[in-house]
C-alpha cells in the first residue's frame, strides 16, 4: 500500500510511539485520529502495519494513507429508537447494546445522535455540533435508558444535576465467582492503565475519585447478578470497579473475564432518576432488561 503521504523518522525520534510521532508531525490530526488509521491498517512502517505502541528504531519510512474525514457535524439518520419518556426539555431513550452513543474516531453514523436529530430534530447545542443533546454516556455494550436535551437550558440543568450527583443511576450487571457479601462499596479511584490505554484501572493510588455500591439480587452456582449504582461517571467504572475486586462483569474480556455465549458484556443501565429541568419535580425511567440477557439468566440454571 503506497500511502498518500509519507514521513521518515530520523535518529532524534529513537524511541518514540507511532502515534506521538505522527500527532509531533501532524499535529492537525487528533492523537485518536491517528490512532483509528493505525488500527484500519492505513499507516505502514518500512511497508509493514505496525501497533500504535510501536517504538520507531529512528531509520523508518512511514506511509500514511488518510480516511475520510468525520463530518463536522452530526447528521440524521432514520434508525429504529425506542423511546421511554419524552416532554419539552428531556428525551429517554433505551440505547441497545452495540449501538454508539455519538460520533468520534472511526464511527461517522449509525450512532444515537444520528437516531435521535431524525426523530426529533433539534437537540441542545452545548455538546457541540457532533455531540447534540448528549448530557451523559453509556459505554457501546451496555444497554439501557440514557438521557438526551432537547435545549441549551435543559443541558444545563442536568449537567448540573450529573456533577452535583443528584441523578440516580442503577444498573443490573451479572459477575463472575460468588460475591460474599449481600452488599458493598468500592471507593478506590480510576484512571487510565498506563500499559493498555485502551483500558482504565483501581490499581494505581491515583486516579479520578469514584463510588460505586452493589446489592445482591441472586446468587448462581458461580455467578452473582447484583444491583449497582454509581454515584460518580467514570469511563468504565462499574466494569473497572467490580474486576478490581475480582469479580469481572461476564463477558467483559478486557476486564478478565472468560469468552461467553452472550456476545456482549452483562451490564444494563436498568433505571434513571433525575429532575425535571422545568418543574424540578423527580422522574423515573426505567428500561427492561433485554432478551438476550434475560435468556442468559435462565441458562444459569437454579438459584443458590
Not at 474516531?105 to 444515537?112: C, M, P, R, V, Y
Not at 500499559?195 to 493510588?205: E, G, P
Request: proline share 5%; hydrophobic share 40%; net charge positive.
Amino acid at each position: 500500500m503506497a500511502g498518500d503521504w509519507w514521513l521518515q523518522s530520523s535518529p532524534a525520534d529513537r524511541g518514540k510511539r507511532l502515534d506521538q510521532f505522527l500527532h509531533e508531525r501532524n499535529p492537525q490530526y487528533s492523537r485518536a485520529r491517528l490512532q483509528d488509521w493505525i488500527g484500519q491498517g492505513r499507516v505502514l512502517v518500512n511497508g509493514s502495519p505496525e501497533k500504535r505502541s510501536f517504538l520507531l528504531k529512528g531509520a523508518e519510512r512511514i506511509d500514511v494513507a488518510p480516511a475520510e474525514l468525520a463530518p463536522l457535524r452530526a447528521t440524521p439518520e432514520d434508525l429504529p429508537l425506542n423511546v421511554l419518556y419524552e416532554d419539552a426539555d428531556v428525551i429517554a431513550i433505551n440505547k441497545p447494546a452495540g449501538m454508539v452513543v455519538h460520533t468520534g474516531a472511526g464511527q461517522h453514523s449509525g450512532t444515537l445522535v444520528n437516531a435521535v436529530l431524525h426523530r426529533f430534530g433539534q437537540l441542545s447545542s452545548v455538546g457541540g455540533e457532533l455531540r447534540p443533546g448528549i448530557v451523559h454516556r453509556l459505554d457501546r455494550f451496555t444497554s439501557g435508558v440514557i438521557l438526551v436535551a432537547r435545549n441549551d437550558a435543559a443541558h444545563r440543568h442536568l449537567a448540573g444535576q450529573f456533577a452535583s450527583r443528584q441523578v440516580e443511576k442503577i444498573y443490573l450487571a451479572l459477575v463472575h465467582g460468588n460475591v460474599k457479601n449481600d452488599e458493598g462499596h468500592m471507593t478506590t479511584p480510576i484512571s487510565r492503565d498506563p500499559v493498555r490505554r485502551i483500558r482504565m484501572t483501581a490499581r494505581l493510588s491515583r486516579g479520578r475519585q469514584a463510588f460505586t455500591s452493589y446489592h445482591v439480587l441472586k446468587r448462581f452456582e458461580g455467578f452473582t447478578f447484583l444491583e449497582v449504582k454509581i454515584g460518580t461517571g467514570r469511563t468504565h467504572q462499574i466494569r473497572v470497579h467490580l474486576a478490581s475486586i475480582g469479580h469481572p462483569v461476564v463477558g467483559d474480556k478486557l476486564y478478565g473475564a472468560p469468552a461467553s455465549a452472550l456476545g456482549r458484556y452483562f451490564l444494563h443501565a436498568r433505571q434513571i432518576t433525575f429532575s425535571s429541568p422545568s418543574s424540578g419535580g423527580r422522574i423515573t425511567v426505567a428500561a427492561p432488561l433485554p432478551r438476550d440477557l434475560d435468556n442468559y439468566l435462565g441458562t444459569l440454571g437454579a438459584r443458590l
